[in-house]
C-alpha cells in the first residue's frame, strides 16, 4: 500500500494553498464559476490534471518498457461538470495526446502501450465517470 | 454544464509540466517509488489535492451561506493507492478539516456546513472510493 499526503489551508476570501512535503506550493481557489477569482487552479483544474498526469506517467512506463523511444508527448484534457440528482458531478474526461515517435514501425506498439497506460492508471479506475482517450502518433 | 481544460506535457526522463491557461505550470512526475523524482507532484498528490481543495471551497460556500466568520480552516489529506485484481486503485481519501470560528455558537452550525461541503463536493461524488472526513471545530 502507498500513500499520499496533501494539505490544503485557507488563506482568504475564496482562496488558499495546497502543500506536499518538499514540492512547489500551489496555489488554489473556487473556480470563477462559482465566484472564486481568475487564475488560480481549481479542484477541477486539479483533478483533470492529475488524470492527464496519471495517463502520462503510465505511458512512459510501458513505453518504456516496450523500448519505444520517445520525441515528444503532449496532452490536452477536458472534464465536463454538470448537476446531477445528488448535486455537481463530474460526468467525463477526456485526454488527447499526441506522440511523436522516433522509429515508425512502432506505430503499433506505442498505440498499444498509451491504451494500455488508460487501462492501468490508478486514477481512471478510481473514477466513476468515463475516461476517453484520443491518440494520435506521428 | 462547465468544462475544465489542463495540458499536461512530457519533458524528460519521468517528469513534465501540467498547464491550465493563465495559471502557474506545475511540475509532475512520477511518484519516486514507481521510479520517478523526489519531490515533484505527482498524480496521487493531485488527486489528493484536488479532492481537499473541493472540500475547502465547498466548506467555504456552505460556512458563507450560514453566515459562520472563519478565523482559521486548515486540512490534512491521505490518499493510500493499492493492488487491486485490475491494477492499482485509489483505495480511499481521508480528509482531516481543522476549523477556528469567532463564535462559539455557531459550532454546531460549523460541523453541519463542512459536512454538507463533503457531501456535495463534486469530487467526492465522482469517485469509487469512499472519502472520509473528520472535523475539528476550535
Excluded: H
Amino acid at each position: 500500500m502507498w500513500t499520499y499526503k496533501v494539505a490544503v489551508d485557507w488563506k482568504k476570501g475564496k482562496t488558499g494553498e495546497s502543500r506536499c512535503a518538499g514540492k512547489p506550493t500551489v496555489e488554489v481557489a473556487t473556480p470563477p464559476e462559482f465566484g472564486g477569482p481568475e487564475n488560480i487552479w481549481t479542484p477541477e483544474d486539479l483533478l483533470t490534471s492529475a488524470v492527464a498526469t496519471c495517463i502520462m506517467t503510465s505511458a512512459l512506463f510501458f513505453l518504456e518498457r516496450s523500448k519505444i523511444t520517445l520525441k515528444n508527448y503532449q496532452s490536452n484534457a477536458e472534464a465536463t461538470m454538470e448537476k446531477g440528482p445528488t448535486g455537481l458531478v463530474i460526468t467525463g474526461i477526456t485526454v488527447a495526446v499526441t506522440v511523436e515517435i522516433e522509429d515508425p514501425a512502432q506505430t503499433e506498439a506505442t498505440q498499444k502501450a498509451i491504451l494500455q497506460a488508460e487501462k492501468t492508471c490508478p486514477l481512471s479506475n478510481s473514477l466513476n465517470c468515463p475516461v476517453t482517450l484520443e491518440v494520435q502518433i506521428i
